[in-house]
């Protein structure tokens, strides 16, 4: 996984890809979700779970941790805790959140450098 | 509350519109609203909304660290349009507490991020406080990367919270930088000193640089960082497709 900081956590989307080669109706739907409120670029990875290919980089991340359905989102803590979000709205909350500390701001540069060009 | 599907309708009957159009829109669906004017060429929508609503809310953020030049255009700009003009400052005390503790340049030593979020991010988070939408004038063409996706009306994905909903308007997301200069030559509008001296985008003075024919704008910004350090780790070129 490609990291840069390494004191910034990570976020790896997983998403399903059917048997036909696209992905499925609801990893759309997200896909979709993310572009329209910007996120689609705040992934550091994203990781295709292939149908019927349990070696696949998504599939085996899911099995790893325990994870049914996808597609979801895997929070990576620098110090290598890793948190399973599954639901969009938890993991846009997650993002949304912006602090008043000092380094609460530094963060929200960090995770939107696009807010530094104001 | 205000979901973030309502919007895809709307960004998507202006993703083609004029600029003029989409602001027209923008201020008569909300009253609450108040332009971003960053001291650049972003004043074409300054030009455009005061002919739309006189009078229309404009802020600016004064970080401390701006050219001489770029505080004479934020003037002149007051002077000449019949705008309300709210300028931000940081709050003095984050600012004292991180000169105290680190000087007047840490930003060489330890990347932008922290001087930017108590210079422009604390002030914009409390204006945006007061808000129901705000208007920007991010360009799709500024950076490929993390601004390829900018649609002309979203949900802001940073400033929303759970039982709150901002609305962040682009009306320059499709205009390039030559379409914004069109409009600057044509209208006759003021621009800032420092575009002819070869600034393309214009931040505080310790932080931005002229550059050179043919360099991209966003090379003059924070020049001492990495370019996998200035995206933080969400530089498109970071992000591993499937496939």
């Not at chain 2, 003037?75 to 105290?100: G, K």
């Not at chain 2, 945006?128 to 500024?142: C, E, K, P, S, Y």
Request: a negative charge; charged letters at 30%.
């Amino acid at each position: 996984m490609t990291t840069v900081s390494g004191t910034e956590p990570t976020v790896v989307f997983v998403k399903k890809i059917q048997a036909g080669g696209e992905a499925c109706a609801k990893c759309r739907d997200i896909e979709q979700r993310l572009r329209f409120d910007g996120l689609m670029n705040r992934l550091d990875e994203i990781l295709a779970a292939r149908e019927g290919d349990p070696d696949s980089p998504g599939a085996m991340l899911a099995e790893r941790l325990g994870v049914r359905r996808a597609p979801f989102f895997v929070i990576r803590d620098p110090d290598g805790g890793e948190r399973v979000i599954e639901s969009y709205l938890a993991f846009k909350r997650w993002f949304s959140t912006v602090g008043s500390t000092t380094g609460d701001l530094k963060d929200v540069v960090d995770r939107h450098p696009d807010l530094a060009f104001v | 509350m205000t979901t973030t599907f309502e919007f895809e309708p709307i960004a998507g009957r202006f993703a083609d519109r004029h600029p003029e159009e989409i602001l027209e829109w923008a201020l008569g669906q909300y009253g609450n609203i108040s332009v971003s004017f960053s001291g650049a060429e972003d004043v074409v929508l300054v030009d455009m909304a005061c002919r739309i609503r006189p009078g229309v809310p404009v802020f600016t953020l004064d970080t401390g660290r701006l050219h001489a030049d770029t505080y004479r255009f934020i003037e002149t700009v007051r002077e000449t349009y019949p705008i309300e003009l709210d300028v931000l400052h940081p709050d003095a005390e984050q600012l004292n507490q991180l000169v105290r503790e680190k000087g007047l340049f840490s930003f060489y030593r330890d990347g932008h991020g922290e001087c930017c979020g108590i210079r422009k991010v604390g002030p914009l988070s409390r204006k945006l406080a007061t808000l129901d939408a705000w208007i920007t004038g991010q360009r799709r063409d500024q950076s490929p990367d993390t601004r390829a996706e900018v649609p002309v009306v979203q949900r802001d994905g940073v400033f929303s919270g759970p039982d709150r909903t901002l609305v962040k308007i682009n009306p320059l997301a499709n205009w390039s930088s030559a379409d914004v200069w069109k409009y600057i030559r044509e209208n006759d509008v003021p621009f800032n000193e420092l575009h002819r001296k070869g600034f393309a985008s214009i931040g505080c003075e310790p932080c931005t640089r002229a550059v050179l024919p043919n360099q991209h704008e966003r090379e003059g910004r924070w020049w001492w960082e990495s370019s996998a350090e200035k995206e933080c780790g969400l530089h498109a070129d970071n992000v591993r497709k499937a496939g």
